[in-house]
């Protein structure tokens, strides 16, 4: 059994594959992956190793005798009425009801730009504040000042805005709140559930270990607070932290008695020196939820121990503690998501900005005519699934311009582009041929792209024959050998090898442009005159290349950005 599949998707990988070729005798993979994706959404992600795996079944069946053959029908094809029966769920999953405005939020810290690891959590958030005509709230995390880049507060908020379509009701900025933490810090403290530890990290292990609680626990509240007051001006970094109390006999040790606040000399993007005792994560967390009055809290299940952390306040103050969905962790392989490295390669120069089309970053996909939409119903699809993933960047990749295709594909008007371009000159052209293209082939009504009329032709290098015929891509049917006009429609008995071209004309210039990429070299090419006519942003298909998206004119080159295929 091949071990890249459950049990259930293999059987109807099989009961799909003997159905098929009961029907037709031979079968395209294809039309099985179709069917099988139908049944199961989350397998987008794999589509090579489907690919693979089902035409090993194809072979397979293919070779069974006729009985063999009946009786592996009657088996596989009972998995495929079992599959119809499941009701496919339609858009994200109820959530737990609740008589507040649901209110979510993501929470990323401006150490880089947004990336794609950031977008499926903030999505399902955002998606849900829609369901629920809640509210989103982005919360920058900025109270630890290392790895912190001042310009990338504006940007978070910006690119945020793109992928959520503008559903950021509200922006935090934690450093903005740092004497609302100290308040609750004193309260803590003055109820005795908070106290100064001043333990040496190897100390404190040893504490830990042995489930002790430290002497320094117990003080009298009036001696902590005036170490809490030391903590501020006269102790040094790393040898005083503020600890919630909790139960140092709780069996998991991260829980006992955890680290709130940290005294730390760095100084802050923001706020420079002003302060120098910082609340820790869950501390400055559980401060901020119970603030925005959230309601539900999703995110990855590496914070299942945060949140049974933040538990203990919420339960110190006697707060309302929000529903906490913890959703697993799509790893992606081929590629290394670091917004912090994102950021030193950008400030580094290896990257032009955020926007490079070679980062896998929110502001990249934007450049490059990605609609936010993509994304969004990939995380419809995907749902808050529990379930680690590992998947190869490139499929998931895959699966999210397939999306987008069905978005901008209707929108997107063709053009030509001719890349390395060579000059030929094709004899015996009719006078009464018409260049004339139409914009976009299934809606005639947005009309067509006229060229002025020409014997002479720039094709690309590759198309370059010596013999056989050739077809001037919706223009007309030429025999290089003859230096002979054929016909005018398509005939695929011509066995003719379409290709692009462009007129050469002294009565309109084609352009020059600049097609700049996430992958490969940049492409530098002609186009032909409508394109400098596009406004800026507007996506459009090179016909039989890809789509791209016009993103501006640096004299005399248009430059675009590939989208996808």
Not at 240 to 247: E, F, G, I, L, S
Request: aromatic share 10%; charged share 30%.
């Amino acid at each position: 059994m091949s071990k890249k599949f459950s049990e259930e998707t293999l059987n109807l990988i099989k009961g799909i594959t003997i159905e098929n070729l009961e029907k037709y005798s031979k079968v395209n993979p294809k039309s099985i992956l179709g069917k099988l994706i139908g049944t199961n959404p989350d397998l987008k992600t794999k589509i090579p190793l489907l690919i693979k795996e089902i035409e090993s079944t194809i072979e397979t069946f293919s070779k069974l005798s006729k009985p063999e053959f009946e009786k592996t029908y009657k088996k596989y094809t009972a998995h495929i009425k079992q599959a119809d029966k499941i009701e496919k769920r339609k858009g994200l999953p109820e959530l737990k009801p609740t008589t507040k405005e649901y209110c979510f939020r993501f929470a990323p810290s401006p150490s880089g730009p947004l990336h794609v690891g950031h977008l499926i959590p903030l999505l399902l958030n955002s998606e849900y504040a829609k369901k629920y005509n809640g509210k989103l709230v982005l919360r920058l995390e900025d109270t630890n000042p290392s790895n912190i880049s001042k310009e990338i507060y504006k940007e978070l908020e910006e690119d945020a805005n793109w992928a959520t379509e503008n559903k950021i009701s509200e922006v935090i900025i934690q450093s903005e709140h740092v004497e609302d933490y100290y308040k609750y810090a004193k309260q803590l403290i003055k109820e005795g559930n908070a106290y100064i530890s001043t333990s040496k990290p190897e100390e404190w292990k040893e504490l830990v270990k042995n489930k002790t609680e430290s002497p320094e626990r117990n003080l009298s509240p009036e001696k902590q607070l005036k170490k809490w007051e030391e903590m501020h001006t006269t102790l040094k970094e790393g040898s005083a932290v503020v600890r919630v109390k909790t139960d140092m006999q709780h069996k998991n040790p991260a829980i006992r008695d955890w680290p709130a606040f940290r005294i730390t000399e760095e100084e802050h993007a923001l706020v420079g020196k002003k302060h120098r005792v910082w609340p820790l994560m869950n501390f400055s967390v559980a401060v901020d939820d119970n603030r925005s009055n959230l309601t539900h809290v999703i995110r990855g299940k590496d914070h299942l121990t945060n949140a049974d952390r933040q538990k203990y306040i919420y339960n110190y103050f006697n707060w309302d503690v929000p529903e906490y969905i913890h959703i697993g962790r799509i790893n992606f392989e081929g590629i290394t998501i670091s917004a912090s490295q994102f950021q030193k390669d950008i400030e580094e120069g290896k990257y032009s900005g955020r926007d490079d089309p070679k980062l896998p970053t929110a502001a990249a996909f934007k450049k490059r005519g990605i609609s936010p939409k993509a994304f969004i119903k990939y995380v419809h699809e995907l749902g808050p699934s529990k379930v680690d993933k590992t998947v190869p960047f490139e499929d998931f990749m895959k699966a999210i311009y397939a999306f987008n295709r069905e978005i901008i594909e209707p929108e997107a008007n063709r053009y030509f582009i001719v890349e390395d371009p060579v000059e030929v000159e094709l004899t015996d052209l009719p006078s009464t041929l018409k260049a004339e293209l139409p914009l976009h082939p299934n809606f005639p009504s947005r009309g067509v792209r006229k060229f002025h009329k020409s014997n002479k032709f720039y094709i690309e290098k590759k198309d370059v024959k010596k013999d056989g015929n050739i077809r001037l891509m919706h223009l007309c049917n030429y025999s290089v050998k003859a230096k002979k006009f054929l016909s005018e429609n398509l005939d695929k008995e011509l066995n003719a090898k379409v290709i692009h071209w462009l007129p050469i004309s002294d009565k309109e210039k084609n352009v020059e442009v600049l097609v700049k990429r996430a992958h490969g070299k940049d492409i530098k090419a002609i186009g032909e005159p409508a394109l400098s006519k596009l406004d800026q942003g507007t996506i459009v298909q090179f016909e039989r290349k890809f789509f791209a998206r016009f993103d501006s004119k640096e004299g005399n080159v248009l430059v675009f950005y590939e989208t996808h295929k």
